[in-house]
């Protein structure tokens, strides 16, 4: 029987996040709340240019300042670095990566960092920070993707020789037929906004050093894992003599995904002062220091026949890079490269990628990476196609749809499952859409707020991911994750996982999914994570691969936990394995009812090693490491509200509604907070986010009054349903949900913000639709 079948007493149920009373409560223990004896405060001194030559730097003022231990140069480390600054997916052979340390003396982005100051407190180290006299000669900055790559267009990194960092493509070409000879082709350009992570927590640093040569490192981070190999590398430290530390981490959405400068920096300098290393960012450092997100441009088509059988489609995208490559900045475009014919049957497919170096924070993972930009293009297409086919836009999907399963699609996947007409149709069950057309109709008629009212229908590829897949597309590491399940002797259950979680509630699902499996109760299952000295092999967390990954890996830690369970059970009642059963916590034995033992009996059992099968080993532990064979493909149909001011332009979300089919849940209340969040991020880009920068570089908006990061009081309540079509790939029937929401929602809501106004003529908005975009809009299609 398999686990999906089996009654759960566990998964599935909304059991309450274990992590939150300590977090309520103000018991966390985030980076900035540590303070070793001893520690040093370190600032980064930034350029304010985006791309200038540092002709000089005169500490002299700075290194008498009161409290200030030491300010270092590029020149002073440059003998620190083994290797630069890693970027761990050259998408191609032939892609351009500019050698990027953690301190420079050419800036090429406004916030680069140029020295550091160190010193007793923070407060004499940002003072001193200010005494630095740096002498820049600016030099001509690039910001723009497709400005960038115009003949003559200064150069973000000059010794490249070019803006173009690389151009990555994917064509089938299955009917042989040319895309401009389909009945109706529909092509739109679609701009995604920059977008600005605002996690909680800003980035923290904390290197202590040890005292044979080792040093740990606590840091904000998503990926303890990847940080300690990639530090070591640059250090040209044994992989050994580092530790690090996540502990809790106030949010990520992708930006804490990366290994930064001032985690190298944080190291080296510790080392060096034989002293512990802090730096903890400032919200506003935050908007120049952390990665940036989206950024591109997509020129994408859509070809069909007249009865609406869609037969191609195309995409090219034109992605910023910023001024340097982080960890997997050439790769984020290229998350969505398989999925630009979403949830539909597209026998035709080409996609091309040209990433551009611009001289602005460098982009990298953010909630979605790669998959929100296409499922963007796609459904804003999908409605401009149906109006361009006369055809009604839920039909025109209902059309199209993938309906068959396991399916290859064009790009050469396979989606293992789904039912998105389960999830349309429950939608539209929940939405009333004809109530919604009627108020409509009523409120053009009569005045009042423009009614408008949006759809989108996505599928999606997380879960990252099989390592056969990650090698073929050039990504350095694998997919793979760990789990370890050692039953203590007095009953208890210690579970170690090799992911990383930063709010997704991990220690709550985790012991769900290992109390069900074997049938204890809850509270007797820890979980422990974020360290390397603890869990010292793992892969982290991002792309919503923990629980279709770290999670399937418990599954498989606790099957082997239980066969060697049964083994010794056999041994001591003299029976044989095949004749036990195990259920709830107990074996018994076919036929004997009174015969039985319990799990926790047999690790007290084992861990006493007094009867034990010859040449067992003692001790009740399991490890497995649990590579999929396949994505995560997670679906659904979202459908957004919205009421826009014609007077002022002012789009308001009045309702959402999402359906989503991640296959299994183990939690719903972890699941519904995750669909909660990822919906509001959506939103934030369709209505309110953007990041911009002037011509010079300058980022304008770098703070939070510029940079409009929306709150509850900006959003309905969301409706919630789910349709379940569990993941034949693995033994637990799990999809990844921590993406979804923001995937699907930015094109749901600017397709509503297009319904309200497009009996005015307005047939295009950019995101996000701002008062003054739409009131430009709608101006505009008046006159
Ligand atoms: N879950 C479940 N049943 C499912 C799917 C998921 O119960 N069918 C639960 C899981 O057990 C887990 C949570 O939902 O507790 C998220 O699981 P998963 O989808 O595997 O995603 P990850 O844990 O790998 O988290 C990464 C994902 C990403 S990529 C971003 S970005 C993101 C997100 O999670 N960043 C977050 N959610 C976030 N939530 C918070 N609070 N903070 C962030 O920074």
Not at 324 to 342: D, E, K, R, S
Not at 364 to 377: C, F, I, L, M, S
Not at 653 to 679: C, E, F, K, M, S
Request: aromatic share 6%; glycine share 8%.
């Amino acid at each position: 029987m398999s686990a999906t079948e089996e009654r759960m007493a566990y998964i599935g149920a909304p059991v309450k996040r274990r992590e939150d009373a300590a977090l309520l409560t103000g018991r966390g223990t985030y980076v900035d709340n540590m303070a070793p004896v001893g520690t040093v405060t370190m600032v980064v001194a930034r350029s304010p240019y985006a791309h200038a030559r540092v002709k000089s730097i005169d500490a002299t003022a700075a290194r008498e300042a009161e409290g200030v231990i030491a300010v270092f140069t590029p020149a002073d480390l440059k003998d620190d670095w083994k290797a630069p600054m890693p970027c761990a997916w050259p998408v191609t052979e032939e892609m351009k990566s500019p050698d990027h340390y953690p301190l420079t003396d050419e800036p090429c982005y406004q916030g680069d960092g140029v020295a550091v100051v160190l010193a007793e407190t923070r407060v004499q180290a940002e003072d001193a920070a200010e005494l630095l006299e740096v002498d820049y000669e600016p030099l001509d900055a690039v910001v723009d993707v497709s400005k960038a790559l115009e003949d003559g267009a200064p150069l973000a990194q000059p010794d490249l020789g070019t803006n173009e960092c690389y151009v990555w493509r994917l064509d089938t070409d299955a009917t042989g037929e040319a895309i401009e000879d389909a009945d109706v082709v529909v092509t739109r350009t679609y701009v995604q906004p920059r977008l600005i992570p605002n996690a909680m927590e800003p980035r923290a640093v904390l290197a202590v050093p040890g005292a044979a040569g080792d040093v740990t490192l606590y840091s904000a981070t998503q990926v303890p894992h990847i940080l300690r190999l990639l530090a070591a590398a640059s250090l040209g430290l044994h992989e050994t003599k580092l530790r690090v530390v996540a502990p809790d981490v106030g949010g990520g959405f992708g930006s804490k995904l990366d290994v930064y400068a001032e985690e190298f920096l944080a190291l080296a300098l510790a080392r060096r002062l034989d002293r512990p290393v802090k730096w903890t960012e400032r919200r506003s450092e935050n908007y120049v220091a952390t990665i940036h997100g989206r950024d591109l441009v997509t020129e994408y088509t859509l070809a069909a026949t007249k009865d609406g059988t869609i037969t191609h489609c195309r995409a090219r995208v034109k992605a910023a890079m910023g001024a340097y490559l982080q960890l997997v900045t050439p790769g984020i475009p290229l998350l969505g490269a398989w999925i630009y014919a979403g949830p539909y049957a597209i026998p035709n497919y080409s996609v091309e990628f040209t990433g551009v170096f611009t001289n602005t924070t460098p982009t990298d993972a953010y909630r979605g990476a790669g998959r929100p930009e296409a499922t963007y293009v796609i459904e804003r297409t999908m409605d401009a196609l149906a109006d361009e086919l006369g055809m009604d836009k839920l039909e025109l999907r209902r059309k199209n749809f993938i309906t068959e399963f396991p399916a290859t699609i064009a790009s050469g996947l396979t989606i293992d499952s789904g039912d998105y007409v389960a999830s349309l149709d429950k939608l539209l069950e929940v939405l009333d859409l004809d109530a919604i057309r009627a108020e409509q109709a009523k409120r053009r008629e009569h005045g009042g707020p423009l009614l408008g009212v949006g759809f989108s229908t996505y599928n999606e590829m997380c879960g990252l991911a099989p390592s056969r897949i990650l090698g073929a597309i050039r990504y350095a590491a694998g997919g793979w994750d760990t789990a370890t399940i050692r039953c203590l002797p007095t009953g208890s259950i210690q579970v170690i996982t090799g992911t990383s979680p930063h709010g997704q509630g991990h220690e709550t699902s985790w012991a769900q999914i290992v109390a069900d499996r074997l049938g204890c109760d809850i509270d007797a299952v820890e979980v422990l994570h974020g360290d390397t000295s603890i869990a010292s092999i793992g892969m982290d967390t991002y792309g919503s691969r923990s629980l279709p990954v770290g999670g399937v890996a418990l599954y498989h830690a606790a099957e082997k936990v239980i066969d060697k369970a049964r083994q010794i059970v056999a041994h001591q009642l003299e029976v044989s394995a095949d004749d036990l059963e195990f259920a709830d916590g107990t074996f018994t034995v076919k036929g004997s009812p009174d015969k039985e033992a319990t799990l926790a009996s047999v690790a007290f059992g084992a861990w006493a090693a007094h009867d034990l099968p010859d040449g067992m080993e003692p001790g009740l532990e399991a490890t497995a490491v649990y590579d999929p064979p396949n994505f995560s493909w997670p679906g659904g149909a979202h459908a957004a509200v919205v009421e826009v001011d014609q007077e002022t332009g002012d789009a308001r979300l009045v309702r959402y509604v999402a359906v989503d089919d991640v296959g299994t849940v183990v939690n719903p209340l972890i699941v519904d907070g995750q669909v909660h969040g990822g919906i509001t991020q959506g939103i934030a880009t369709a209505l309110y986010e953007e990041g911009t920068y002037d011509d010079e570089g300058n980022l304008e908006t770098a703070n939070l009054l510029s940079y409009l990061v929306p709150s509850a009081a900006e959003l309905p309540s969301f409706e919630l349903e789910r349709t379940e079509s569990p993941s034949p790939t693995n033994p637990l029937g799990v999809k990844g949900v921590g993406e979804t929401g923001t995937i699907a929602a930015a094109p749901a809501v600017m397709n509503a913000v297009l319904d309200a106004v497009s009996h005015l003529g307005v047939k295009d908005i950019q995101m996000p639709a701002t008062p003054e975009r739409v009131w430009r809009a709608i101006r505009e299609a008046k006159s």
